[in-house]
Nanobody, 124 residues
Framework: QVQLVESGGGLVQAGGSLRLSCAAS????????MGWFRQAPGKEREFVAAINWSGGFTNYAPSVKGRLTISRDNAKNTVYLQMNNLTFEDTAIYYC?????????????????WGQGTQVTVSS
């Protein structure tokens, strides 16, 4: 069992930056692929970014590529999402997820554990 706790969300002006963190419990964090997803009001949850177990491979949604960066620190059992040049369209609840498959995936079914989410609000 893996528990995930997101933090770092908040209110930011358009063009600003935030860094989200996701702390994972358990001794096998380094074997999991990790992903970030988001859900905007009235919309379905969508893929944002993913990283494989070693951090050597990343995958991004086209809408965030070049602005958001996913990374991980296996020694700290933590995955990060650095968000730069934020726009109003980035407003959403952001969820981190852990998958027992070692590759990074943009499909929700590939992830076994989910956090509760952290709210990101971008003011225009």
């Amino acid at each position: 069992q893996v528990q995930l706790v997101e933090s770092g969300g908040g209110l930011v002006q358009a063009g600003g930056s935030l860094r989200l963190s996701c702390a994972a419990s358990g001794r096998t964090f380094s074997s999991y692929a990790m992903g970030w997803f988001r859900q905007a009001p009235g919309k379905e949850r969508e893929f944002v970014a993913a990283i494989n177990w070693s951090g050597g491979f990343t995958n991004y949604a086209p809408s965030v590529k070049g602005r958001l960066t996913i990374s991980r620190d296996n020694a700290k059992n933590t995955v990060y999402l650095q968000m730069n040049n934020l726009t109003f369209e980035d407003t959403a609840i952001y969820y981190c997820a852990a998958g027992t498959r070692s590759y990074s995936s943009n499909y929700q079914w590939a992830y076994d554990y989910w956090g509760q989410g952290t709210q990101v609000t971008v003011s225009s």
